[in-house]
């Protein structure tokens, strides 16, 4: 069962998630973080499937605020996947200028609000029991690990292709963390080393599993770097991690 529910961000703006419940008793509650492109369609399909696995799952559309609504982000996510490449490339400054507010210094701290009022609204909901967990793709797993940084009630984060946070961050982090990275991911494979070295500095769980011929995005099947396989076993690995420390 799923449906969409406003909530109010720390600042009073309202926000849209998407919500989706599970099959009889829940076993936990999850947030579900969206890509750069927003709450697409990929994305509340990927809440339904953990709402499948037992999850009360909320989904919440955080890029609204930054400028680009879920249609744009369709719409964006289309032309960059495009197969002609004189089309990805004249939407590469319309896709700069959509971001721009997304990348405001003050963006971060109002989209880390919203989603500890996404982890409030889980914490009241039947079956979920304390047991918080949040799941972030791209743009979602650099803030699934911002939420874990900000908000001890998140219990395991699984971040799909995300940038970590500072060292200074890092030492706040609770929960347990498994971390999927696509090998052909320079940027995220660069500086992979440093981010093992500030967690086990600060004690922090953290798992990464690198798969070393998938690039980034590999889990999003609408999109032209997906990787089956890749996203098979990330799948597998993910709810095997919610299933023990949720």
Known sequence: ???????????????????????????????????????????????????????VVIAPDILSHGGVEPSMGAELFALMNSGDEAARTAAQPRMREALAGARAPEYAT?????LEAAVDWLDEQPGVDGR?????YCFGGTYAFLLACADDRVRAAVPFYGTAPDAARIQSIQAPILALYGGKDAALMDALPTVREHMTASGVDFTPVVYEHAAHAFFNDT?????????ADAWQ???????LHL
């Open 132 to 136: 918080i967990g949040v799941v972030g």
């Open 1 to 55: 069962m799923s449906d969409t529910l406003t909530l109010s961000a720390p600042d009073g703006e309202s926000f849209n998630a998407h919500v989706a419940r599970p099959v009889g008793e829940a076993r936990g509650g999850l947030v579900v973080i969206h890509e750069i492109w927003g709450l697409t369609a990929h994305i509340v399909e990927v809440a339904d499937r953990f709402a499948g696995e037992g999850y």
């Open 110 to 114: 109002w989209a880390v609000g919203a």
């Open 223 to 231: 999109g032209t770097r997906y990787d089956p396989d890749a996203a």
């Open 237 to 243: 690995r993910a709810t095997a991690f919610l299933a």
